[in-house]
């Protein structure tokens, strides 16, 4: 397919044909002759034509004569007089200047049309930045609610209660790190729609600054919980949670059920009224 022409090249174009309508066209006597033979044959072909139908119709030979005559006389000098006037050469300058002018608007509005594009992926961008902003936020505090509750829940328990689990305020924020890492690095889904994300292994949180136990702590406090799993020596996020909300979800409601201290019977009251 051709390429579009350049502004330059247009430009050019339209130089080249102004020059070309501009410039004298060399006369020769074989295309003087010419013209002047075309506008005979013409003035000949036209005195037949008449000529024959004033015959057709009856008239004397003399005003078949005159019509034959007239007839070839007003063709050849008209026919002569439209091989002196030149061809309107500017029309293909006209035709090119209103490609030009389509090309000009074409552009324009493409301009247009991409500046609006820019707009919009500008708007989309800055909303996107807000809501990811406000979601960071929520996340946050929500772990701060999260930490005060369980402490509070922590000091309200009896003495001689033990959670199922370790559901302690850092063993939960570090299990939440683990997850958001999890989340944070997720591949291309496989067939299942299963997509897989990087581990928060032993030896890069201990490169992070963690201890053995803490990590210990925050991994099995996930899988008490029920989020993630072994595939041989590779740890993974349970395919249903497919997202880091659903696995936080279901962190805080296992935490909160770990550490709800169950309700005591009642004991019913043996006293008896004496007779």
Not at 61 to 73: D, E, K, P, S, W
Not at 77 to 98: E, F, H, Q, S
Request: charged share 25%; net charge neutral; hydrophobic share 40%.
């Amino acid at each position: 397919m051709p390429s579009s022409l350049s502004q330059d090249e247009i430009k050019s174009i339209l130089q080249h044909e102004e020059r070309q309508a501009a410039r004298p066209q060399p006369v020769t006597l074989g295309s003087v002759g010419a013209q002047v033979a075309q506008a005979l044959v013409a003035g000949f072909g036209a005195a037949l034509l008449l000529g024959g139908a004033a015959m057709a119709l009856g008239a004397p030979a003399g005003i078949v004569t005159q019509v034959a005559l007239t007839a070839g006389v007003l063709a050849t000098g008209i026919g002569m007089a439209l091989r002196v006037i030149p061809d309107n050469k500017l029309a293909t300058v006209d035709r090119i200047r209103r490609v030009q002018r389509t090309v000009l608007e074409a552009e324009f509005r493409k301009r247009e049309a991409y500046k609006a594009i820019e707009q919009l992926e500008a708007q989309f961008t800055a909303e996107t930045q807000k809501w990811q902003h406000a979601l960071t936020e929520l996340r946050n505090e929500n772990k701060v609610l999260r930490a005060e509750n369980n402490r509070y829940k922590e000091a309200q328990r009896s003495p001689n209660f033990t959670t199922k689990s370790n559901v302690a305020a850092e063993v939960v924020n570090d299990a939440t790190k683990i997850l958001e890492h999890w989340f944070s690095t997720l591949g291309e889904a496989d067939a299942s729609g299963y997509r897989r994300g990087e581990w928060w292994s032993r030896p890069k949180a201990m490169a992070a600054g963690w201890t053995k136990t803490r990590h210990e702590a925050a991994t099995e406090l996930l899988e008490d919980a029920d989020i993630t799993g072994t595939n041989g020596r590779l740890s993974f996020v349970v395919p249903n949670l497919r997202t880091l909300d659903a696995a936080l979800f279901s962190l805080n409601k296992y935490c909160s059920e770990a550490a709800a201290e169950p309700d005591m019977p009642r004991q019913q009251n043996s006293y008896v009224e004496p007779d």
